[in-house]
């Protein structure tokens, strides 16, 4: 895999990072980190570029805690919904089987209406030329 040298200015220290990720995606990683140590220390003037860079840390650990049980919670109401499409498309087909088969049984049913109906005609018949 391609290795990229990307150098980063953050809290004032210089950086030299070797990632595989594109040079463009760390250089803004950098630059959010070096926005978010400097407004730690701009909110809190008494705290040094080490215990801001802490902090910030904890910030961004905690984001990415609450993110990742998001996105779990996220999963399982997808899976879950799956589920339930999965359920009601068994039901529509098993509906959909049902009502064929039951229009089946009405074009039978009218069929031997039909032929009942000549059968009785015939009968009729019968029975006029019969007096």
């Known amino acids: ?22 040079v463009s995606y760390v250089a803004e990683l950098g630059k959010e980190v070096d926005l978010a ?10 705290v040094s570029t080490t215990q801001a860079a802490v902090l910030t840390t904890l910030q961004y650990a905690d984001d990415c805690r609450k993110a990742t049980v998001s996105a779990d919670r996220l999963r399982e109401q997808i899976k879950d919904y799956l589920d339930d499409a999965s359920s009601a498309k068994a039901k529509a087909d098993l509906a959909r089987h049902e009502s064929e088969k039951v229009k089946r049984e009405l074009e039978n049913a009218n069929l031997e209406i039909e032929r009942l109906k000549a059968q009785l005609a015939s009968v009729l018949e019968q029975l006029g030329k019969n007096k």
């Not at 140590?37 to 008494?46: F, G, L, S």
């Open 37 to 46: 140590i400097a407004k730690t220390m701009k909110e809190n003037p008494r």
């Open 1 to 22: 895999m391609v290795r990229n040298k990307v150098k980063l200015s953050i809290a004032g220290a210089q950086y030299a990072i070797l990632t595989e990720d594109e």
